[in-house]
């Protein structure tokens, strides 16, 4: 790799599956001082909500919101530990597609993101938005199994 590693983007859904890829990295910015974004996206809630009605939509973002702050406070805890600066983000998008503007809008030099991801609740299988992000980045990926 010829360019600088200045801005690692490291995308977390929570999941036992990402622990790794948040090791990789965490240990790759320690190694280039690199500054860490850990990015949470949340997926819309979607017509299924509406049909349930307000209050299940509302209680099923909630769930999420704290999904997403635990996940991203595992990869600050990470970081801190190895002396590594993380900035948690939260965002609301289709994940793939939030991934990769959010890469694109922060000069995101490298997004690290792990194979799989968690299931259940989300319903997402991250195997098939690392296979997005990696289609549709403008920026390099590492996918981390």
Do not use: C
């Not at 009605?53 to 990869?75: C, I, Q």
């Not at 490298?110 to 690392?130: K, P, R, Y």
């Amino acid at each position: 790799m010829s360019e600088k590693i200045e801005n690692i983007l490291i995308a977390t859904d929570g999941s036992e599956n990402v622990k790794n890829a948040v090791d990789w990295g965490i240990d790759l910015a320690k190694s280039t001082d690199a500054k860490v974004k850990a990015l949470f996206v949340i997926p819309p809630v979607g017509v299924s909500a509406a049909v349930r009605g307000e209050s299940w939509a509302e209680g099923t973002r909630t769930h999420l919101e704290k999904e997403g702050r635990d996940a991203t406070d595992y990869v600050v805890e990470v970081g801190k530990a190895a002396g590594v600066e993380v900035e948690p983000v939260t965002i609301e998008d289709y994940p793939s597609e939030g991934i990769v503007n959010f890469a694109k809008e922060n000069n995101t030099d490298l997004i690290v993101m792990g194979t799989l991801g968690a299931t259940g609740l989300t319903q997402l299988l991250l195997g098939s938005v690392a296979e997005n992000v990696v289609r549709h980045a403008k920026t390099s990926v590492m996918v981390v199994p």
